[in-house]
């Protein structure tokens, strides 16, 4: 199965806490939510019907539009958001909805790269 989600690649923020009287509350970000809420809505039509329960191979490649100034040479997105935190964000998003959990990613192949057009591309796939 093949997705792609147009947009500029967000990474998952970091959780927040708050105090609520004696105790501490750890919450997500409203932009990491509203990141994955953002991800789910766009790939919901291409989703399972019902969630995938055995080992899964992902593909996950990043894309973003080159800054004018760059070299036409300059193919690899080296700058920030690190890799594994937009990686976080799209195995959060499908959890539940591709796959009943992301542990069951046995295998990932992960890139960013510069193109013309920002976007996710995701290839899962279910290991027999």
Not at 31 to 53: G, N, Q, S, Y
Not at 93 to 113: G, H, I, P, T
């Amino acid at each position: 199965m093949k997705l792609i989600v147009y947009g500029e690649p967000i990474a998952k923020g970091r959780p927040k806490a708050a105090m609520r009287g004696k105790f501490p509350v750890f919450y997500t970000p409203k932009r990491t939510r509203e990141a994955e809420d953002d991800f789910v809505a766009h790939t919901i039509r291409e989703r399972p019907v019902k969630p995938l329960e055995g080992p899964v191979r992902l593909s996950i490649g990043f894309f973003k539009v080159k800054p004018k100034s760059y070299s036409k040479k300059i193919i690899f997105w080296t700058k920030q958001p690190d890799i594994d935190n937009l990686v976080k964000l799209v195995l959060d998003a499908m959890n539940k909805v591709f796959f009943v959990d992301d542990a069951q990613v046995v295998e990932l192949n992960c890139f960013k790269r510069y193109d013309d057009v920002s976007r996710t591309e995701i290839t899962i796939e279910e290991i027999k």
